[in-house]
Nanobody, 115 residues
Framework: QVLLVESGGGLVQPGGSLRLSCAAS????????MGWFRQAPGKQRELVAG???????NYADSAKGRFTISRDNAKNTVYLQMNILKPEDTAVYYC?????????WGQGTQVTVSS
């Protein structure tokens, strides 16, 4: 079992920044892939950024150049630094992990970009 807990969401003005955190616990040694997804009202959940099993990063086109995914292995935490936020980035952001072919999700954290 893997437990994922997100934090760092909130209300921010367009052009602002936020950093999301995802702390993992449990059978973290079995995690092969981690990433961030988001789901806006009325839309499907979509990948924002993630680490592949070889450690490489991948980003959605909408995130390239503005968002950065990183991790601190000592803290078992993955971060999503989001800059130059736009209203269309408004969504619930979910941390995701795949471990031994099981998919785990965090509870989500709301990000609202509005003036």
């Amino acid at each position: 079992q893997v437990l994922l807990v997100e934090s760092g969401g909130g209300l921010v003005q367009p052009g602002g920044s936020l950093r999301l955190s995802c702390a993992a616990s449990g059978s973290i040694f079995s995690i092969s892939i981690m990433g961030w997804f988001r789901q806006a009202p009325g839309k499907q959940r979509e990948l924002v950024a993630g680490f592949n099993s070889d450690g490489s990063r991948n980003y959605a086109d909408s995130a390239k150049g503005r968002f950065t995914i990183s991790r601190d292995n000592a803290k078992n935490t993955v971060y999503l630094q989001m800059n130059i936020l736009k209203p269309e980035d408004t969504a619930v952001y979910y941390c995701n992990a795949i471990a031994l072919r099981h998919v785990y999700w965090g509870q989500g954290t709301q990000v609202t970009v509005s003036s």
